[in-house]
């Protein structure tokens, strides 16, 4: 089994680096000493359910929120509770759970406000280009309001911000929320798309396992504030736990239904 | 609340508190005797719920005529596959008050073995507990032709199951009901003509090699047992209990079901076996028994509570279990405590010893029970110095439970006390094995003649496997089980289980087993405390994410070796332990690892990681 202390990652150091992170809200710990690794250039994936920490993990490598413990390293250097404005400029951007996008503002607008911290007027319009090319509907839409848009359309705008200050890593968070199973699948191609084709790094937070699973390289399962379980997504998929509770499939034993719940494991 | 200087409340109980010489006899004794007083009570949606000595009255005679309509005979077995619920117990004593055989099957049980233990005990009815069970039993019906009814406790997502095989226990109970129309006394009759010599119950006793083996215990031993047991740990209606432990183990049915039968003190069950630690501090249980593992889960939850505690409350802790320390020393020693001492003890208590016996839930304990396993002398003085007296029992399934006690008057950690006045024990001049006598000895193993006669000697003498030795008080203390002595390459006696003993004392470790038999030194197999072993991880900045990297991180590594040398230092040289490796996988009770009781069986360890232990040498 690979695992954190001996995965191998050759001569290059990790994108992203966590090392015993432990957040809260107050006197509640949210993620109870997370470490992890994102290497350049992959898709990772951290599984979980409601309330098992995913979303903070995020806010606390972007700066959101402030760690009690335990440090974050992008690109070798420490961004541990740092301006969240200074991560951005660093290359690290959030896509946050439930879009967030500016509704008053149009389409166009919300795609410049993504570029807010770059100088270079060429690079910016480039970039422009390329989501609209990602995201055609996007740019049919470019003078409406962003709030006009449907739910798939403003998640779309809300990864193009995103990629309009030409990232090195993303954090998407949830994208599939809210979303047909038709809108997910397309988006997921999308962001697969984005990795292999521009090489974003992306770290990605999901409930929708299977569509995370088949997207990302390497995942990471979150249970109460702390990985429980990481792999290859590939091997991630082929657990029994994984199986069970994250992509439901089970055994149906003699009565052909089951409703009681295997303990877990783990393994 | 107990001082330990003044355990004058813990006095035999030398009066037959309720007549019957079998457990039905005796159970319908009880309820006439004690009619609308509260026995058990259970958990239903998250509100306690009673169950009156009448009630329970009630439910098990319907459900012993049911038993009767169903066609279960006297001598027949019915089996019961359950957690530890209140309906257990009234299956279980309905069994009993048919003159049938009751079994029990441990929950975490697989389905395979589920059917060895049907098909060796010849089942014919089987209790289960819920739709995962069931899932069990249905998966190996049709290989147990005698087996003709099951019954299910709980029918929650089973609204649609239409199978003539399988009926609620409600159903039960109806058909019962039906059936007492029919044949009004029936369960009286059945009652009054089961025989103190009958076959009472079966207790499979988990077995560390081969198949398990059913012990059989008639009314007799079961009824004069419970009796003896009074005379040893007494007793009453005013103490409150938790049931928690298997009761297909001997040490739950025993001394928590057929005890608390006899004596009137109540029953409280846990919700599941997840809830103990919550459950505990709700009950606040006045006489308290549990395995050893339960009791080093406790004190090394205090430790974590203490690591994050402040630099005040810290010293306050110290200097109180301090006092608690000296306090437990003289107590030991047999002298007087002074009045400053116990002055200090009293602030001492205010500081923070009645705060940790709150946490922990035993501070309204009279007293504490520990058996089942070995323990470590120093967590019985770390009991005593919170000013709760703990009392060691030794026993097995074969002695129908405890055979010798500690008395509160005289406490002796380390030791498992001097003979219970109810049985005789000695030792077997040649071997030292430890050798019992009397009614509570059980009849022999179902089916198993040979192995009967390995095990009872011509003269009653049951051989227990035990070694160990006597002083001079008459108080016994084990050395080891009799095959698990390892005699080294170098030639040398050594008794794995105080090497083990002395680290399971450490917070980090949960159980180790110590190797060596033939080898030229000593290593061990440990399985760490994850809460324990993550909270140093986390404090160090020990990156871990899963259970196998936590137990490969090099520093976790050395903290285990740190343990090791620490317990090496108390052994003679020919006893170091050399070398250690960490189990990587986080074990459950499921897991053929473990034993019901959550101990690492050894023979199955050492044959399953035979590539490690020999990477060791």
Known sequence: MSTLTDRDDGAQAPMLKLLNVESSYGPIKAIRGVSLKVRKGEIATVLGSNGAGKSTILKTISGILDPRKGSVEFKGQDITAKDPAFIVQQGLLHVPEGREVFPLLSVHDNLLMGAYTRKDRDGVARDMEMVYGYFPILKERAQQDAGLLSGGQQQMLAISRALMANPDLVLLDEPSLGLSPKLTKEIF??????????????????????????????????????????????????????????????????????????????? | MSNLWDLSHIQPGRADVVPGETIPAMFWNAVALRGDQVWMRQKKLGIWKSWSWRQTGDAVRELAAGLQALGLEPGQ???????????????????????????????????????YLCEDSATRVLFVEDDEQLDKALEVREQLPLLRKIVVFDMKGLRDLDDPGVMSLDALRSLGREWLGQHPGCVEQSSAACQPEDLAILVYTSGTTGKPKGAMHSHRGLVYTTRGFNTLVAQDERDERMCFLPLCHIAERMGGEYFALYTGSKLNFVENPETIPENVREIAPTVFTAVPRVWEKFYSGVMIALKESSTLQRAAYAWSIGVGMRIAEKVMAGEAVGTGLKLRFTLARWLALNNTRKLIGIHRARFCITGAAPISPDLIKWYMALGVPMLEVWGMTETCGASTGVPATRMKPGSIGPAAAFNEVRLDPATGEILVRGPNVFMGYLNLPEKTAETIDPDGWLHTGDVGVVDDEGFF???????????????????????????????????????????????????????????????????????????????????????????????ARVEQIKKFFLLDTQLTAEDEELTPTMKLKRKLVEKKYAAQIEAMY
């Open chain 2, 477 to 571: 203390r084990i050395t080891d089980r009799m095959k698990d002595i390892i005699i080294t390459a170098g030639g040398k006696n050594i008794t794995p289980s105080e090497l083990e003993n002395e680290l399971k004392f450490s917070p980090y470790v949960t159980d180790a087993v110590v190797i060596g038999d033939k080898r030229a030194y000593l290593t061990v197999i440990i399985m760490i405390d994850q809460d324990n072993v993550e909270k140093f991880a986390q404090d160090a900045d020990i990156p871990f994410s899963n259970y196998a990297s936590l137990t490969r991180a090099p520093e976790v590594q050395e903290l285990i070796q740190k343990e090791i040398d620490r317990v090496n230092l108390k052994f």
């Open chain 1, 189 to 267: 191609e999308i962001v697969v798309r984005i990795n292999r084709e521009r090489g974003t790094t992306i770290l990605l937070v999901e409930q929708n396992a299977n569509m995370a699973l088949n997207a990302s390289d390497y995942g990471y399962v979150l249970e109460n504030g702390r990985i429980v379980m990481e792999d290859t997504c590939e091997r991630l998929r082929e657990k029994e736990d994984i199986k069970e509770f994250y992509l439901g499939m089970k055994e149906t034993g003699v009565r052909g239904e089951r409703r009681w719940k295997k303990k877990k494991t783990w393994r």
């Open chain 2, 77 to 115: 077995t019915a089996s019961i596959l359950a957690n530890t619920v209140v309906e257990w117990v009234l299956a279980d004593v309905a069994v009993l008050s048919c003159g049938a055989v009751s079994n029990g099957i441990y929950p975490t049980d697989a389905a395979s073995q589920v059917h």
